[in-house]
């Protein structure tokens, strides 16, 4: 299974304000087919609960600051995002939930798939079950 992990990006520090970006197949280990965000967060909420098929992404706390857990069906880890020079890569099939966001965070998702709601595992118990069957 591929790991999730902290991606750090390019930085470019600079009196006039600081610059990072990020390039598909090359920091990120996909090509980019969509990107969304999620904002106006209220401070201490939780969101996105749900596990991929086939979907990679790679999350970047652009401003603020929040925890992504990842659980793999055995045992779960929490990455704390919360400077916009490096993200978390989350390959597919892994329950992923963002978490203790703080009030006017921005989170910035970019995923290798199109939206396709039936790529979303939404029920834990499906997960385990497919983790356990080998079928994600
Ligand atoms: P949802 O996946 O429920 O959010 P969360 O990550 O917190 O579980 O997404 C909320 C709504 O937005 C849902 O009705 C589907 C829609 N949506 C799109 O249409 N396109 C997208 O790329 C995403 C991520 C969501």
């Not at 304000?17 to 106006?40: A, C, M």
């Not at 055995?74 to 400077?83: I, S, Y």
Request: hydrophobic letters at 35%; a negative charge; aromatic letters at 14%.
């Amino acid at each position: 299974m591929i790991e999730p992990c902290i991606i750090q990006l390019p930085k470019f520090l600079d009196a006039r304000g600081n610059l990072s970006f990020v390039e598909q197949l090359n920091h990120i280990p996909f090509e980019i087919k969509r990107t969304y965000w999620i904002y106006d967060v209220p401070g201490g909420e939780s969101r996105g609960g749900h596990a991929y098929r086939k979907n990679h992404e790679f999350i970047v706390a652009l401003s603020g600051a929040f925890d992504v857990v990842i659980d793999d069906g055995n045992e779960k880890k929490a990455f704390t995002l919360n400077r916009s020079y490096y993200g978390l890569y989350v390959p597919k099939g892994l329950w992923r939930e963002m978490e203790n966001f703080s009030t006017n965070s921005l989170a910035l998702i970019l995923s290798s798939t199109d939206y396709d709601a039936n790529d979303y595992i939404r029920d834990y118990d499906v997960f385990l079950k497919m983790k356990k069957d080998g079928q994600i």
